[in-house]
């Protein structure tokens, strides 16, 4: 059973830092695409970031040289690193995860299609 737990969320003032984390049991997690999505009020689903199996990373434009995706394969730990936030990227933050060898090429166009996600964890940026 394929489970993802976020944590790390939290109030942070425009221009701090955060870093969210997602821990992931059921399964192997350099073997699957992994991804952060993130949802503002009365918005859709965002694909912010997504690391493909071979380590390769991509971010969506608004969020690219402020925002890190990693993951640490020994602790089967997914982790987005925010920094130089703005008010705008006040959503909750979802982990979400897929098998599909070649999903990760467009994950972040199609974020509703991970199979599996992360019950969320709420970033709220203050200005």
């Known amino acids: 059973q394929v489970q993802l737990v976020e944590s790390g969320g939290g109030s942070v003032q425009a221009g701090g830092s955060l870093r969210v984390s997602c821990a992931l049991s059921?399964?192997?997690?350099?073997?699957?695409?992994m991804g952060w999505v993130r949802q503002a009020t009365g918005k859709e689903r965002e694909g912010v970031a997504t690391?493909?199996?071979?380590?390769?990373?991509s971010y969506a434009d608004s969020v690219k040289g402020r925002f890190t995706i990693s993951q640490d394969n020994a602790k089967n730990t997914l982790y987005l690193q925010m920094n130089s936030v703005k008010p705008e990227d006040t959503a909750m933050y979802y982990c979400?995860?897929?098998?599909?060898?070649?999903?990760?090429?467009?994950?972040?166009?199609?974020?509703?299609?991970?199979?599996?996600w992360g019950q969320g964890t709420q970033v709220t940026v203050s200005s």
């Open positions: 690391i493909d199996s071979d380590g390769s990373t």
């Open positions: 979400a995860a897929d098998p599909g060898r070649a999903f990760c090429s467009y994950a972040l166009s199609r974020p509703r299609r991970f199979d599996y």
């Open positions: 059921g399964y192997i997690i350099s073997t699957y695409c």
